[in-house]
């Protein structure tokens, strides 16, 4: 059993930066990858990135790339999500996930798929005004 505490969010302006963090009750380092994902009202949960263990492989949403980064840190059990030149459609609330230690590296598009992970965060608000 993995569970995952985030931290961070709230209301910022647009253009405006924004960090969110994840904190396992597991070693990272035993974990083959984590994942962040949205949700804005009326609609579906949407993958933003995703990280390994090693923090050598991420993978961005095209809507976020060159704006959000991912990061982790294994010494404090952290994925970082720092989000910044944030707009209006990046409002939403954002979770973190965490595939099963016992499942294998995801592959290809799994680490972008929901169903791959898991374990998840309670979620934060993240509201970006005009």
């Known amino acids: 059993q993995v569970q995952l505490v985030q931290s961070g969010g709230g209301l910022v302006q647009t253009g405006g930066f924004l960090r969110l963090s994840c904190t396992s009750s597991r070693r990272t380092g035993t974990n083959y990858a984590m994942g962040w994902f949205r949700q804005a009202p009326g609609k579906e949960r949407e993958f933003v990135a995703s990280?390994?263990?090693?923090?050598?492989?991420?993978y961005y949403a095209d809507s976020v790339k060159g704006r959000f980064t991912a990061s982790i840190d294994n010494t404090k059990n952290t994925v970082d999500l720092l989000m910044v030149n944030l707009r209006t459609e990046d409002t939403a609330v954002y979770y973190c996930?965490?595939?099963?230690?016992?499942?294998?590296?995801?592959?290809?598009?799994?680490?972008?798929?929901?169903?791959?992970?898991?374990?998840w965060g309670q979620g934060t608000q993240v509201t970006v005004s005009s």
């Open positions: 990280i390994n263990l090693s923090g050598t492989i991420t």
């Open positions: 996930a965490v595939v099963d230690p016992g499942q294998p590296e995801p592959s290809g598009s799994a680490w972008k798929t929901s169903t791959t992970y898991t374990y």
